[in-house]
């Protein structure tokens, strides 16, 4: 388990969540919600190597690519799972990235799929043309609530996100990768306001 005590020494004015994969390879991550480049440095100054890895990325928030932000930022102190889709696209094809994700939110919309989550690009640490996106899942049950067929109405908007698909697929996109991951409590340092969102889960009696 990665260590939380560096972030409880320096008083860290950030939540981090451990999050500990359970489909594709085994990796532990820890993600930190900075507001600004400031908050990083003033991070990285009272941590220092203590709060080293393996890997850093820095990922830039994304509004206009996310679906239902909103909710999903609500969501954050219940999730117990995340959904982690990763695109690596060439840096010509991320206009066309970027409308396939505004077609599979019309998409998500039209069922009234309740799945939110938030877009990043990650601007250091990957190469460019990295894309991270994070669905907060309650339980895995949510899962089982996709659609399993999509009504008439909406089969106009499911064959333009293909055929977007498939012309990203074809032309631009180097990979996608899907991955679940299990939030860990004790690998997590989170604030107190934050843990009020299921007190049980973040700050167990025993």
Not at 9 to 26: C, F, K, W
């Amino acid at each position: 388990m990665a260590p939380v005590r560096p972030y409880a020494d320096a008083r860290a004015a950030v939540d981090a969540l451990g999050l500990v994969s359970i489909t594709g390879a085994p990796e532990a991550w820890q993600m930190e919600s900075h507001q600004s480049f400031a908050s990083i440095e003033d991070l990285d100054k009272a941590i220092g190597s203590a709060g080293s890895s393996h890997r850093t990325l820095i990922a830039f928030y994304r509004p206009g690519w996310s679906y239902r932000a909103d909710q999903a930022i609500r969501m954050f102190p219940r999730a117990h799972y995340f959904h982690v889709t990763i695109y690596r696209v060439r840096p010509d094809a991320e206009d066309d990235l970027g409308e396939l994700v505004k077609l599979r939110r019309l998409s998500s919309d039209s069922v009234n799929l309740d799945r939110p989550d938030l877009a990043y690009q990650v601007i250091s640490g990957a190469p460019s043309g990295t894309f991270i996106f994070l669905a907060p899942l309650a339980s895995l049950k949510t899962m089982d609530e996709g659609v399993a067929q999509t009504p008439v109405y909406a089969e106009a908007t499911a064959a333009a996100r293909a055929k977007t698909a498939s012309k990203v697929s074809a032309d631009g996109e180097i990979s996608r990768e899907h991955r679940l991951f299990r939030v860990e409590p004790r690998m997590s340092y989170v604030s107190d306001d934050f843990a009020e969102g299921d007190r049980e889960f973040w700050r167990p009696k025993n």
